[in-house]
Each structure stands twice: as C-alpha cells, then as structure tokens.
T-cell receptor, first 112, second 115 residues
Framework: RKEVEQDPGPFNVPEGATVAFNCTYS??????FFWYRQDCRKEPKLLMS???SGNEDGRFTAQLNRASQYISLLIRDSKLSDSATYLC?????????????FGTGTRLTVIP | EAGVTQSPTHLIKTRGQQATLRCSPI?????VYWYQQALGLGLQFLLW???????NRGNFPPRFSGRQFPNYSSELNVNALELEDSALYLC??????????????FGSGTQLSVL
C-alpha cells in the first residue's frame, strides 16, 4: 500500500465552484501534513500546512482527520488561476527526506 | 534572501551518456534533497545530503549519485543514462527541523531529456 494516496483527477470545475480533494495516508505515526501546489512543469510550492484543528487561508481550508487517516483541501470560489496540481505531503518523525512522502497529485482545471 | 537555484534548466543527452545537475540551497540551509519527477508520476526521493554527507538515498540504482560541497551546494550525477531517466529533477532545501514538520523550498528544476 502506498504511503500517501490521492485521487489523480482531473477535476474540471467552473469558475466560482467549490471543490474538495482528499488524501489518505497509511502510517498512523505520521506527524505533519501539507498541501503543495505545482503548476505544469514547474516546481511545487507550499500552499498550506494542515493542523489538527483545521485551518483556513482565504478561500482555502485544510482539515485533518487522524482517526480515518486522511486530509482534505477545500477551495471555495474557484479562480482560473487555481488550475494546477495539488500535492499532499506527509511527514514522519524523525525529520528527514526519507520520512517525507508525496502523493502523486490531484489535477484541477478551472473552466471559464 | 535568494531561493533555491538549479542549473541547467534543460539538459539533453543520449543514452549511455552522463549528466550532472547542480543545486544551491537557500543561504544558511545545510540540507539538500533531490527528487525525480517523471511525467505523470509523483516525486520520487533520490538523495539527501546534509553537512557534506549523504544521509539517505531512495530506491534508485547506484548510477544515481551525488555529492555536497563545503558551501552546501550539491551535484547530482546520473551515469549510463537510460531513456526512462527522462524527468524533471528537483532539488529542495528544507527548513531544518528536529521534528517532522519540514517545509520544503524547491528549485525550479532541471528537465533532463534522454534521447
């Protein structure tokens, strides 16, 4: 079983729509969680961390469900500029590259 | 503060050749992570360097190797190139943390094409 699994999509949504992505992780010892955004053929960039209590940054809301071992990203009022691939990243102790696990990404296309 | 820099942006090689990719982490960061991202696939961990030493490597053959210099910049070398080595190679500079809460800052990558 993969450490991190994501629905690859693509999700094609109209402007202004609300869209949600889920990501599941297999190891209950996972400590911290992130969403990264990657534009086509570009490098990933940190979108937001995911905290146990859930957190919001403008139109973006991230949530963590430790019991079910998944994290989610909700995008409200989608913009054309939100079109990208969203990567789920899970981090285990101790810190280090070998304890960082990436999902394959969920592709979002926002349509005019 | 300068970000992570990678060079070259693009690299075209033929099968059997050798490729050298370079990365400079964010100033003050001592670790460098290398990843391979083949088209349509997720990031695959290649190598981790910290303080000049290789700390860990992913599940890649020995022809993938590298080093880290005293100024913390790093090189990734790929020998005996194969067609399936064609990918985007990303270097990341983590905000060093003792705990599992690392945020990664990526370079813009090197697109390696093997013909």
């Amino acid at each position: 079983r993969k450490e991190v699994e994501q629905d690859p999509g693509p999700f094609n949504v109209p402007e202004g729509a609300t869209v949600a992505f889920n990501c599941t992780y297999s190891n209950s010892a996972s400590q911290s969680f992130f969403w990264y955004r990657q534009d086509c053929r570009k490098e990933p960039k940190l979108l937001m961390s995911v905290y146990s209590s859930g957190n919001e940054d403008g139109r973006f809301t991230a949530q963590l469900n430790r019991a079910s071992q998944y994290i989610s990203l909700l995008i409200r009022d989608s913009k054309l500029s939100d079109s990208a691939t969203y990567l789920c990243v899970v981090n285990r102790n101790p810190a280090g590259a070998n304890n960082l696990f990436f999902g394959t990404g969920t592709r979002l296309t926002v349509i005019p | 503060e300068a970000g992570v820099t990678q060079s070259p942006t693009h690299l075209i090689k033929t099968r059997g050749q050798q490729a050298t990719l370079r990365c400079s982490p964010i100033s003050g960061h001592t670790s460098v992570y290398w990843y391979q991202q083949a088209l349509g696939l997720g990031l695959q961990f290649l190598l981790w360097y910290d303080e000049g030493e290789e700390r860990n490597r992913g599940n890649f053959p020995p022809r993938f190797s590298g080093r880290q210099f005293p100024n913390y910049s790093s090189e990734l070398n790929v020998n005996a190139l194969e067609l399936e080595d064609s990918a985007l190679y990303l270097c990341a500079s983590p905000n060093h943390s003792l705990f599992a809460n690392e945020k990664l800052f990526f370079g813009s990558g090197t697109q390696l094409s093997v013909l």
